[in-house]
Nanobody
Framework: QVQLVESGGGLVQAGGSLRLSCAAS????????MGWYRQAPGTQRELVAA???????KYADSVKGRFTISRDNAKNTVYLQMNILKPEDTAVYYC?????????????????WGQGTQVTVSS
């Protein structure tokens, strides 16, 4: 079983910064893509940023130049550095990982989600 635990959310003023972390634990053989999504009230969950195991990244247009995703493969952890935060960045942020586990001679791949962390940006 795999768990993703996020931390680092909170309340910040517009123009400020926050750093989110998400650590994966459990019987992990390998983690492929990792990412951050967000969901504001009344909206659909949307991709914020993603990173491959090799370090290639992609971002939503709304956060390009302000947010940076990174990962530490040795710690099974993904980070999201958020700078120049805006009120429209307010949402619950979820981390996501494509995790491979190994059991009985077989590799299994599944998408795991964290529980979410609230980010609130005041104007």
């Amino acid at each position: 079983q795999v768990q993703l635990v996020e931390s680092g959310g909170g309340l910040v003023q517009a123009g400020g910064s926050l750093r989110l972390s998400c650590a994966a634990s459990g019987s992990i053989a390998m983690i492929n893509d990792m990412g951050w999504y967000r969901q504001a009230p009344g909206t659909q969950r949307e991709l914020v940023a993603a990173i491959t195991s090799g370090g290639s990244t992609k971002y939503a247009d709304s956060v390009k130049g302000r947010f940076t995703i990174s990962r530490d493969n040795a710690k099974n952890t993904v980070y999201l550095q958020m700078n120049i935060l805006k009120p429209e960045d307010t949402a619950v942020y979820y981390c996501n990982a494509d995790v491979e586990t190994y059991s009985g001679g077989v590799y299994y791949s599944r998408i795991s989600w964290g529980q979410g962390t609230q980010v609130t940006v005041s104007s």
